[in-house]
């Protein structure tokens, strides 16, 4: 039920992009994710389409899955043409449709990166992430989609995979969803301990630091690049010049300047090109890989079959992000 339930939305959503097609010009939908709520994410990006349409001179609306496998669906399907998403869900896209990296995220500290957290509640006895993984089946965790970079890929590649770790298995209980419901699974108790990321903790400190004086870090990963921007690379070139104009150039009136800051704490876009998923290709690689040489139950023959298909898969996609084909081209 739950996942007919997750579905909705997104037939919703294409509903509003065939209206939208209807019309005498041509309308453009651009998917973003949710990491709050679909409320919040909307009316803070909301503001950025309707600047875009008065800048461009493109009917370009917003959608907001409300799920990260909505939101690559979207993508595939051409029920989006451009899209912010996580790297993970970046590469996921780019497997399975034709798009590509154009812009990356610029915070307001300017900083290159993020990092993926897990973090309990200040008071909880739970003091460590070796404490945490030190024990099966004794504590309850909520982190993010199979889709999310901080949430779920960082974790399975440094410290899932090297312990041989499932999840699903490990912990007492396991959830998954965005990073403000496994905020709010720890501090309301259903967890003692869950995924978050920097950006989401600077975010949480500025506007309720009430809830961020009630949680500590347990983990910190190594840095994972700023999230992607792609674009269909079927749109026409002069709609992908007239967006990247307005994309590469938002951001210099304080009204700008307020209304990037009130999305995701944001200072504007920066180019990047499909090489910027080469991080989470190598890690997404060394996970699946070293799932199948741990996998018990898989014969050598199966293992090896298995490490051959990941090998084209990898080859394959390295070929792709390795292209750097540059936004615009």
Not at 153 to 173: D, G, Q, S, W
Request: net charge positive; with cysteine; glycine share 6%.
């Amino acid at each position: 039920m739950r996942r007919t339930l997750l579905k909705l939305p997104l037939l919703a959503l294409a509903g509003a992009a065939g209206r939208a097609f209807a019309q005498d010009r041509p309308s453009y939908a651009f998917g973003v994710i949710t990491t709050t709520s679909v409320s919040e994410t909307k009316l803070a990006w909301d503001p950025f389409f309707e600047a875009m349409r008065r800048s461009t001179g493109l009917d370009v609306r917003g959608i907001y899955p409300a799920t990260y496998e909505e939101a690559v669906d979207a993508v595939v399907s051409n029920l989006a043409q451009l899209a912010w998403v996580s790297n993970k869900a970046a590469l996921d896209c780019i497997e399975r449709a034709n798009v590509e990296v154009f812009a990356q995220l610029v915070d307001s500290a300017g900083a290159l990166g993020y990092r993926s957290l897990i973090v309990a509640r200040r008071d909880a006895s739970l003091g460590s992430v070796e404490q945490l993984l030190g024990k099966p089946r004794s504590w309850r965790f909520a982190m993010g989609e199979r889709s999310s970079t901080s949430g779920a890929v960082m974790l399975e590649y440094a410290l899932f995979v090297p312990r041989n770790i499932k999840p699903e298995e490990h912990f007492l209980t396991l959830l998954r969803g965005t990073h403000a419901q496994a905020l709010d699974a720890v501090l309301s108790g259903q967890v003692h301990a869950a995924t978050y990321n920097t950006e989401e903790l600077h975010r949480l400190r500025e506007q309720a630091p009430h809830k961020a004086a009630q949680v500590k870090t347990l983990w910190e990963s190594a840095m994972i690049p700023k999230d992607p921007l792609l674009w269909r690379r079927d749109l026409p070139l002069s709609v992908r010049n007239r967006i990247a104009a307005f994309v590469f150039g938002v951001g210099k009136t304080v009204e700008e300047k307020v209304m990037l800051k009130r999305m995701f704490d944001l200072a504007g876009f920066k180019r990047s090109t499909n090489q910027q998923l080469k991080f989470v290709l190598d890690i997404e690689d060394f996970r699946q890989r070293s799932e199948v040489l741990l996998d018990v139950r898989m014969s050598e023959p199966q293992k090896n079959e298995r490490l051959a298909d990941l090998r084209e898969r990898y080859n394959r996609l390295s070929t792709a992000v390795q292209a750097g084909v540059e936004a615009g081209r």
